[in-house]
């Protein structure tokens, strides 16, 4: 199975800050990589797929980029609506796998 | 608008069955791959396997081998999981998410169901 690392575990922002989260593949999936925000009670929501591409009705301050193994996820200015955890998945291979998560909060 | 509604919670003794529904409506059910995705309280997302509506073919990942049923009825549009011989460590929220990628089996998940607790508890 091909393990999603993902980090920070948690972080701590300010409104306005820019945030990034990385997430590395143990073995090559090209660009097969996707992010997902779930809010508490919530089923998750798909912001990014294919590394790059904004899903839609998703913000523009969201962001992906990477290949490869190693991938990063950015909001470019973190707004009150944004605390959530934050997925990272790969579709290249099954079984698909996600990430442990990612916590933000707001400072 | 796509929508898939899933069936309402449930409690379960360990070593019973729960069979989970997946109602998909706005958009053509054979078309999309349906993938079981599931949460333990406090957990990250853990996949559970596929369903193509089109064939009924299956893909389930090796950890619930033997355990899940996935299945489709087309002609209501819906998807079932069943899960057997439960154990207290499949208290979940178990979600249907449709592929993103038409006829696509390995793909980013667009639409979720709302999710469906099951509580496995003696």
């Known amino acids: 199975d091909v393990q999603m690392t993902q ?7 300010s409104v306005g800050d820019r945030v990034t989260i990385t ?9 097969y990589l996707n992010w997902y925000q779930e809010k508490p009670g919530k089923a ?13 009705g998703v913000p523009s301050r969201f962001s992906g980029s990477g290949s490869g ?14 605390i959530a955890t934050y997925y990272c998945q790969q579709s290249d291979i099954l079984p698909l796998t996600f990430g442990g998560g990612t916590k933000v909060e707001i400072k | 608008q796509v929508q898939l509604v899933q069936s309402g919670a449930e409690v379960k003794k360990p070593g019973a069955s729960v069979k989970v ?24 997302l ?3 396997g596929w369903i193509n509506p089109n064939s009924g073919g299956t893909n ?23 899960l057997s011989r439960l154990r207290s460590d499949d208290t979940a929220v ?10 696509s089996s390995s793909s980013s998940l667009d639409y979720w169901g709302q999710g469906t607790l099951v509580t496995v508890s003696s």
């Open chain 1, 7 to 13: 980090s920070p575990s948690s972080l701590s922002a």
């Open chain 1, 23 to 31: 997430c590395q593949a143990s073995q090559d999936i090209s660009n």
């Open chain 1, 44 to 56: 998750p929501n798909l912001l990014i797929y294919d590394a790059s591409n904004l899903e839609r």
């Open chain 1, 69 to 82: 193994t190693d991938f990063t996820f950015t909001i470019s200015s973190l707004q009150p609506e944004d």
């Open chain 2, 21 to 44: 529904s997946c109602k998909a409506s706005g958009y053509t059910f054979t078309g999309y791959y349906m993938h079981w995705v599931r949460q333990a309280p406090g957990q990250g």
């Open chain 2, 46 to 48: 853990e996949w559970m």
């Open chain 2, 60 to 82: 389930y990942a090796q950890k619930f081998q033997g355990r899940v049923t996935m299945t489709r009825d087309t002609s209501i549009s819906t998807a079932y999981m069943e």
């Open chain 2, 94 to 103: 178990y979600y249907c998410a449709r592929a993103r990628g038409k006829y």
